[in-house]
Nanobody, 112 residues
Framework: QFAETGGGLVQPGASLRLSCVAS????????MAWYRQMPGSERELIAG???????KYADSVSGRFTISRDNVRNTAYLKMNSLLPEDSADYYC????????WGQGTRVTVSA
């Protein structure tokens, strides 16, 4: 139901844009979110967007990350600027609150 792409290995200060194509539900009616999971940690919500484009961010990414959505393409995006080594994680999208089914995620590694 969720196919995340766009991760990679980048240097500190770089930018990336993650994409998530969703299927199997009424995307335009649901709130969506990006989550990330660092090694040894629980998965955490870092950015959310309602079906009316109201957004919210975790303090750790506020001001650097931007969530958006395209209801025609059933796609959610996460633009990440000024990446830090501590942003290294596996990134997932899902509904908010999340469904039980998760995608494969996309890995972001920020390292010099």
């Amino acid at each position: 139901q969720f196919a995340e792409t766009g991760g990679g290995l980048v240097q500190p200060g770089a930018s990336l844009r993650l994409s998530c194509v969703a299927s199997g539900f009424d995307f335009n009616m649901r709130s969506m979110a990006w989550y990330r999971q660092m090694p040894g940690s629980e998965r955490e919500l870092i950015a959310g967007i309602t079906n009316r484009d109201e957004v919210k961010y975790a303090d750790s990414v506020s001001g650097r990350f931007t969530i958006s959505r395209d209801n025609v393409r059933n796609t959610a995006y996460l633009k990440m600027n000024s990446l830090l080594p501590e942003d290294s994680a596996d990134y997932y999208c899902n509904r908010s609150p999340p469904s039980a089914v998760w995608g494969q995620g996309t890995r972001v590694t920020v390292s010099a």
